[in-house]
C-alpha cells in the first residue's frame, strides 16, 4: 500500500484535526369526503416534475418560531390550533390542540402526484389516549394508508376496510412510524422503531397516485397531538416492472450467522444510552456487534470493584437476540492514574496502560472474562457456547497521537491481555486492530509480537513464537474515506490478507468500524464532507456491500447518534453516524432512512449466500481491479462506472447481484492542505452527494444463475418481478436491460433468495 493511500485510510487530514479542534387515523371516524373538504387535494395537473422523487421530498423538525404556523404546510384549524412550540427542554415540535367536538384540527403538506413508491416517517405523541390521531397518506379519492391512535389507547393500521391492531400507545410517549405505500399494487407496509409490524395491508381508498400527507385531530376528538420529523421521498421503479412484494426484515435469532455487524460504542464515556436504542438493535439483523465496556467506567474508584451494570444490560441483551458481543478492551483508567498508578486514559488517543497499570489493567480484563464466557460467572447453565466468544484488543492503538514506538508497544500490551484471555478462555477469538488502514503498521505490529520473546525463551523458540501469532485470529482496522468502493481501498485490505498471511494464514481481516453521518459538521471521521440522509444510505449501504461481497464482515460505528464531550464543562457535540437519531441529552428520537437500508441487506445476505469475487493485489488498479472472479459488462451507463458485488446461495447455486454506480480508480477524491475535498463535481460516484437519478443500464453476465429474476430497492425493501421481455439468456450468459442503476445499491436476485 502506498504512503499516500495510507494516509488517505488514516484519515490524518480530516479526523484527528477536527478532534485538536474540537477540544477548543386522525379521521378514523370521519368519511373520507369530509376529510377532503378539509385541505384542498394536490391538483392532478402538477405537470411531469411530479413524477420525479424529488416532489415527494419533505425533511420538517418544525424548528420555527414558538407560535408560527408550520411551512409548507396547509393547517384546518377550525376545531383548534396548529402551531411550533417547545416539546422538551431541547426540541421543538408542531403541536395540534383540537378543542372542539364538532369540528377537526388537521394540517396537510402536497406531495405532487405520485405514482411511484412513496415513504413516509413521521414521530407522533399523544397527550392522552382517549383522541382519536392519525396519519394519512391521501390519493385523491381519500385516505389510502393509514396509521392512528384511537380513543381506547391503541394503535392500529387499516387492510382496506378492515382494521388491524398494532398494540398499545401511552400518553406522552412519541411513537416513531414509517409507512411504504406502493400505488402500483394498492399495498402498503408499516413500521414502528424499526421493526416491520403490518406489510401487505390493502390501501383503503384505491389510487394511482399519492398526493398528500395529512396528520390530525378527529372532528369528534377533543385532545393534543405533537408532530415531529416528518421525512417523506419517492422511490420509482422502471415502468411496468411488478412489484412482488416486500423484504422481510429479520432478526439476528431467525438470521443465525452473518458477516454484518453492528456498533454500540462509547456507552461506558456516556455519548450513548442503550436503552433508547436497544429495540432498534434488536430488530436490525445484524448477528454480532461490537461492545466498549470501558474500564474507566467500570471500575470508577480504582478500587478493584467493579460495576458490570450497564455491560450487563447491553451484554445480556444482546445475546437473548441471538446477537453475539464482540468486547473490545480498549481504553485506561483515569482513576488510577489520579493514584500515581500509570493505566492510561479513558479515550481515542490516551496512552495505553504501563508499568504497575498494566497489572491492574489485566485484573480488569481478567474479571471481564471470568464473567461474560461461555460458562462464566454471568452465564452459568445456559448452556455450552452461551456468551461472549469475540473480543478486540484496544482501539485505534496507531492513532495520529501514538508515539513512533507504537507497534512495538501495542505488540507488547496485545500479548499480555491476549494471553489472559486465551488462559481462561481457550476458544475465545482474539482481534488486534488499527486506526484506518495502514497495512505497515499491521506488519510492524506482527513482527513485533513474534520477536516479543518471553524472559525464559531461547532464540529461534518457533514454538512459542507460533503460540503468540496465534493469539491474533484477526485484525481490524477502520478506512474511512468517502470514496467507499474504491478500488485502492480494496487493494490495500487485498495487501493486508497478504501481509497478515505471511505470519498465519488463519488470520482474518475486518472492516471493524466505518459508515457515514447523517448531517454536516459531525466530529470525527469526514466533519468536512456535507453528508445528509440520503447520502448517508448510499455510503452505507455502497460500504458494507461492498465487503460482504468480498467476504470481509463489516461493522457500522454506533447504531445510534453519538454525543461527544470531551470534558464535564464542555457543550456536546454530534457524530451523525447513527441509523437511529439522537438529541443531545442520548434521548433516541427518530429512525433514519440508512437503517431501513442495513436491515433489509441483513436480511438478504446472510451466510447461506457466498461471494462470488475475491480480493487480490494489483500493481495497477487503473489496469486490474483487485477485485476477481466476477465479469460483467455495461452499456447504457455513459461515462459512469458500475459496480458489482455477487453471491452464490450454498445448496441451490441461485445468485443476487448488488449494483450501483462507482469502482472508478479515477474518482477517489482529491483534498486541498486543509483536508477540504476539491473537484468534487468531476467526480460524480463519491458518496456524499444528492444526485438521485437513476439510468437505464444494460448488463450482461456471462455466468449467471438466477431462475426467476427480481429486483431489489434496498432503501424501500420493495421487490419487483424483471419482465421476461428485459431478461436474454444465451447459454450461461444473462443479458437484462433498463436495470434502474444509480448512486445508491439495487440488487437483482432470484425469488428463492428475495423470498
Request: hydrophobic share 35%; proline share 5%; glycine share 10%.
Amino acid at each position: 500500500m502506498s504512503q499516500q493511500a495510507d494516509v488517505l485510510f488514516g484519515r490524518s487530514r480530516r479526523r484527528s484535526r477536527r478532534l485538536t479542534v474540537a477540544l477548543a387515523a386522525a379521521f378514523a371516524v370521519v368519511t373520507p369526503a369530509a376529510v377532503v373538504a378539509l385541505v384542498p387535494a394536490a391538483s392532478a395537473d402538477t405537470g411531469a416534475a411530479a413524477q420525479s422523487a424529488a416532489v415527494a421530498d419533505v425533511n420538517d423538525s418544525f424548528d420555527g418560531e414558538i407560535g408560527s404556523s408550520p411551512a409548507g404546510w396547509t393547517v384546518s384549524s377550525g376545531g383548534g390550533t396548529a402551531s411550533v412550540q417547545q416539546s422538551s427542554d431541547l426540541d421543538r415540535s408542531l403541536r395540534l390542540e383540537d378543542t372542539s367536538t364538532t369540528a377537526s384540527t388537521v394540517i396537510g403538506h402536497p406531495l405532487g402526484t405520485n405514482r411511484a413508491t412513496v415513504v413516509a416517517g413521521i414521530r407522533l405523541r399523544a397527550a392522552q389516549t382517549t383522541a382519536v390521531i392519525g396519519v394519512h397518506l391521501r390519493g385523491r379519492a381519500g385516505d389510502a394508508a393509514t396509521v392512528a391512535m384511537d380513543s381506547t389507547g391503541r394503535l392500529y393500521t387499516y387492510d382496506g376496510r378492515k382494521r388491524v391492531d398494532l398494540g398499545a400507545y401511552q400518553a406522552d410517549q412519541w411513537s416513531d412510524i414509517r409507512i411504504v405505500a406502493q400505488p402500483a399494487s394498492g399495498k402498503y407496509s408499516v413500521y414502528l422503531r424499526g421493526k416491520q409490524v403490518a406489510t401487505g395491508l390493502a390501501f383503503r381508498v384505491r389510487t394511482d397516485a399519492i398526493t398528500d400527507l395529512r396528520v390530525g385531530v378527529s372532528r369528534e376528538s377533543v385532545g393534543t397531538a405533537w408532530v415531529d420529523d416528518v421525512r417523506v421521498f419517492a422511490s420509482s421503479a422502471p415502468e411496468g416492472w411488478k412489484p412482488a412484494g416486500v423484504v422481510k426484515p429479520r432478526t439476528a435469532a431467525q438470521i443465525g450467522t452473518s458477516q454484518l455487524l453492528s456498533g454500540c460504542e462509547t456507552t461506558g464515556r456516556k455519548y450513548a444510552r442503550f436503552a433508547e436504542y436497544r429495540d432498534q438493535l434488536s430488530a436490525l439483523g445484524t448477528t454480532s456487534c461490537r461492545v466498549q465496556p470501558e474500564w474507566n467506567a467500570v471500575e470508577a474508584r480504582a478500587d478493584g470493584k467493579y460495576d458490570w451494570t450497564t455491560v450487563d444490560e447491553i451484554v445480556d441483551t444482546l445475546l437473548a437476540a441471538g446477537i453475539q458481543p464482540w468486547l473490545q478492551v480498549s481504553y485506561g483508567n483515569w482513576a488510577y492514574g489520579q493514584k500515581g498508578i500509570p493505566a492510561g486514559g479513558a479515550n481515542l488517543g490516551a496512552p495505553m496502560p504501563s508499568g504497575a497499570g498494566l497489572d491492574v489493567n489485566e485484573n480488569w480484563v481478567k474479571a471481564m472474562v471470568e464473567r461474560y464466557k461461555p460458562g462464566g460467572v454471568r452465564y452459568q447453565g445456559r448452556g455450552p457456547g452461551y456468551g461472549v466468544r469475540n473480543w478486540e484488543i484496544w482501539n485505534e492503538p496507531n492513532n495520529p497521537a501514538a508515539p513512533s514506538t507504537i507497534a512495538s508497544d501495542y505488540a507488547a500490551y496485545y500479548k499480555r491481555m491476549g494471553s489472559a484471555i486465551r488462559q481462561l478462555e481457550p476458544n475465545a477469538v482474539i482481534f488486534g486492530g488499527e486506526y484506518g488502514l495502514d497495512v505497515a503498521f499491521a506488519d510492524h505490529f506482527m513482527a513485533a509480537l513474534k520477536a516479543a520473546k518471553d524472559n525464559d525463551e531461547a532464540d529461534g523458540d518457533t514454538v512459542r513464537q507460533a503460540a503468540r501469532i496465534g493469539l491474533v485470529d484477526g485484525f481490524s482496522y477502520h478506512p474511512y474515506s468517502n470514496y467507499p468502493d474504491n478500488p485502492v481501498l480494496y487493494n490495500s485490505m487485498a495487501s493486508l490478507r497478504q501481509v497478515l498471511a505471511k505470519y498465519s494464514p488463519k488470520i482474518v481481516i475486518r472492516q471493524g468500524e466505518n459508515g457515514a453521518p447523517s448531517t454536516a459538521g459531525t466530529v470525527g471521521a469526514f466533519a468536512n464532507d456535507a453528508f445528509t440522509e440520503y447520502s448517508q444510505n448510499s455510503y452505507d449501504l455502497r460500504r458494507i456491500l461492498g465487503d460482504l461481497g468480498v467476504g470481509v464482515s463489516t461493522e457500522l460505528l454506533g447504531t445510534v447518534d453519538l454525543w461527544y464531550k470531551w470534558t464535564p464543562s464542555s457543550a456536546p457535540q454530534i457524530n451523525s453516524k447513527g441509523l437511529v437519531a439522537a438529541t443531545s441529552d442520548l434521548k433516541a428520537t427518530y429512525t433514519k432512512r440508512s437503517y431501513y437500508g442495513v436491515q433489509n441487506v441483513a436480511a438478504l445476505f446472510d451466510s447461506t449466500l457466498r461471494p462470488v469475487a475475491r480480493l487480490e493485489v494489483s500493481d495497477d488498479v487503473t489496469k486490474k481491479s483487485p477485485i476477481q472472479g466476477f465479469e460483467y459488462t455495461t452499456s447504457g451507463s455513459g461515462t459512469r462506472t458500475v459496480a458489482a458485488r455477487a453471491f452464490t446461495r450454498i445448496g441451490s447455486g441461485e445468485q443476487a447481484v448488488a449494483l450501483w454506480f462507482g469502482g472508478d480508480p479515477a474518482q477517489q477524491p482529491r483534498y486541498d492542505s486543509t483536508g477540504k475535498e476539491i473537484d468534487i463535481a468531476s467526480r460524480p460516484d463519491r458518496a456524499p452527494n444528492e444526485d438521485r437519478a437513476t439510468k437505464p443500464v444494460s448488463v450482461t453476465f456471462p455466468k449467471l444463475t438466477i431462475s426467476h429474476p427480481r429486483l431489489v430497492d434496498l432503501t424501500t425493501g420493495l421487490i419487483y418481478e424483471i419482465p421476461a421481455r428485459a431478461v436474454t439468456r444465451h447459454g450461461d450468459s444473462v443479458t437484462i436491460t433498463g436495470l434502474p442503476i444509480g448512486n445508491t445499491p439495487v440488487v437483482i436476485a432470484d425469488r428463492s433468495i428475495t423470498g
